[in-house]
């Protein structure tokens, strides 16, 4: 099974060092998408602020960048 890493991009990076593994790119980003969100929750919560252009970057075992989950895309703003 593949292994991804989940690097969090934001006011200070976070790289993934462990990785999870997960059957494919699919399960990485639903993975990648809970995590946003979750992280939206707690900074909402402790700052009072959400960062639309944050992000959690998706790598696989090579380094190599397969996708990007921006914390604006997860999310819906109503008034």
């Known amino acids: 099974m593949p292994r991804f890493y989940?690097?969090?991009?934001?006011?200070i990076d976070v790289p993934d060092l462990e990785g999870v593994e997960?059957?494919?790119i699919h399960a990485a980003r639903a993975q990648a998408i809970e995590q946003a969100r979750g992280m939206i929750g707690e900074?909402?919560?402790?700052?009072?602020?959400?960062?639309?252009?944050?992000?959690?970057?998706?790598e696989d075992e090579d380094g190599r960048?397969?996708?990007?989950?921006?914390?604006?895309?997860?999310?819906t703003v109503e008034d």
């Open 43 to 58: 900074m909402t919560k402790t700052e009072g602020r959400i960062v639309l252009h944050h992000r959690v970057d998706i």
């Open 65 to 75: 960048v397969l996708d990007s989950v921006i914390f604006g895309d997860v999310i």
């Open 22 to 24: 997960l059957p494919d």
């Open 6 to 11: 989940f690097h969090l991009i934001n006011d």
